[in-house]
């Protein structure tokens, strides 16, 4: 298994730029979430999943969209870029949200800079 | 809601010396409790974690964590501290109710320095 894997692992962008962050695992995980890393804040949920056609909202959803229309994909997107959101962002993915013991895996993350 | 609190940005602690890292929690129902490790450059690594049971959780590398429900702590320990423990710990809550609302949650993170 590849696990969670994530593309690009660095990208520049301009201020008002859009772009999609890829998030893609292979082990049937049910559970996938979105997360951002910045200095002294720790890790910020912005969106998850609990499986295909179902997203909600984190603590920190504005300016982000998701979708999953499969269970192995879960992209998010960047509407309009602002320098707020330079960030490091990191996909994680779960077996079953029925199961909330379960343990979470991470992607070795995105690292995003916005001008 | 549910909250994490991770009181110390930093923990210095010599080789060989017990190290504990702290956390605490609020959830409305009865919690799940985890202990992520992020080493520079990586994702975070799962450590241990605490479902129900005894209340003395032992995970990876010799780490392991007190679950104290009056106190609403787990508290990462370790007796004896190794350099390569240098990294940075997450602490996360789950409500142990399913709900589509039941998201995990993590702390701010501590970083841990072990100097020789």
């Known amino acids: 298994n590849a696990g969670v894997t994530q593309t690009p692992k660095f990208q520049v962008l301009k201020t008002g730029q859009s772009m999609t962050l890829q998030c893609a695992q292979d082990?049937?995980?049910?559970?996938m979430s979105w997360y951002r890393q910045d200095p002294g804040m720790g890790l910020r949920l912005i969106h998850y999943?609990?499986?295909?056609?179902?997203?909600d909202q984190g603590e920190v959803p504005n300016g982000y969209n998701v979708s999953r229309s499969t269970t192995e994909d879960f992209p998010l997107r960047l509407l309009s870029a602002a320098p707020s959101q330079t960030s490091v962002y990191f996909c994680?993915?779960?077996?079953?949200?029925?199961?909330?013991?379960?343990?979470?895996?991470f992607g070795p993350g995105t690292r995003l800079l916005v001008l | 809601a549910q909250s994490v609190a991770q009181p110390e940005d930093q923990v210095n602690v010599a080789e060989g010396n017990p190290l504990t890292v702290k956390c605490t929690y609020s959830?409305?129902?009865?919690?799940?409790l985890f202990w992520y490790v992020q080493y520079p450059n990586r994702g975070l690594q799962f450590l241990l974690k605490y479902i129900t049971g005894d209340n003395l959780v032992k995970g990876s590398y010799g780490f392991e964590a007190e679950f104290n429900k009056s106190q609403t702590s787990f508290h990462l320990k370790k007796p004896s501290a190794l350099v390569s423990d240098s990294a940075l710990y997450f602490c996360a809550v789950r409500e142990s109710m399913y709900s589509s609302a039941s998201k995990i949650i993590f702390g701010s993170g501590t970083r841990l320095s072990i100097r020789p």
């Open positions: 994680a993915s779960s077996y079953s949200v029925q199961v909330p013991q379960e343990t979470q895996y």
């Open positions: 999943s609990v499986g295909a056609g179902i997203t």
């Open positions: 082990m049937n995980h049910e559970y």
């Open positions: 959830v409305s129902g009865n919690p799940y």
